[in-house]
C-alpha cells in the first residue's frame, strides 16, 4: 500500500499561519523527495516546496520566508509551516513523493494525496 493523506487545512485569516501534514506510507521516504503543491481555484497546480530524502530543501521564490517543509522519518510526516497568509495562498494543497531521478516535471509515476483545502479570508 502506498498512500499520502493530508491535513490541517481550514480558514484563517490575513496574516495567520497554519502547518500542514503530511501522513505516508510505503516507504516512500527512502527512496522519494517529498514535496508540497498548490492548485487555487482557476489556475494551474504548482510547486511549493521540496524535501529530498536527504533532507535538503526548496521552494518557489516567491514563498521564500514565509513557508517551511521539513519531515520526520520516524513518523513518515512531511510538514508545511505557513506564516504571514495572505488571499493568493488560498488553495488546496497536495502531498508529492517524486522520484527524484526522473526530473522535476516528469510526475508519471508520482504518488499524491488528496489534497487539504486552506482558505484565507477576512
Known amino acids: 500500500q502506498v498512500r499520502l493523506v493530508e491535513s490541517g487545512g481550514g480558514l484563517v485569516q490575513p496574516g495567520g499561519s497554519l502547518k500542514l501534514s503530511c501522513e505516508a506510507s510505503?516507504?516512500?521516504?527512502?527512496?522519494?523527495?517529498m514535496r508540497w503543491y498548490r492548485q487555487a481555484p482557476g489556475k494551474q497546480r504548482e510547486l511549493v516546496a521540496t524535501?529530498?530524502?536527504?533532507?535538503?530543501?526548496n521552494y518557489a521564490d516567491f514563498l521564500k520566508g514565509r513557508f517551511t517543509i521539513s519531515k520526520d522519518n520516524a513518523k513518515d510526516t512531511v510538514n508545511l509551516q505557513i506564516t504571514s497568509l495572505n488571499p493568493e495562498d488560498t488553495a488546496v494543497y497536495y502531498c508529492?513523493?517524486?522520484?527524484?531521478?526522473?526530473?522535476?516535471?516528469?510526475?508519471?509515476?508520482?504518488?499524491w494525496g488528496q489534497g487539504t483545502r486552506v482558505t484565507v479570508s477576512s
Open positions: 524535501i529530498t530524502k536527504d533532507g535538503s530543501t
Open positions: 508529492n513523493a517524486h522520484p527524484p531521478s526522473l526530473g522535476v516535471n516528469f510526475t508519471e509515476y508520482d504518488y
Open positions: 510505503g516507504s516512500l521516504f527512502s527512496i522519494h523527495s
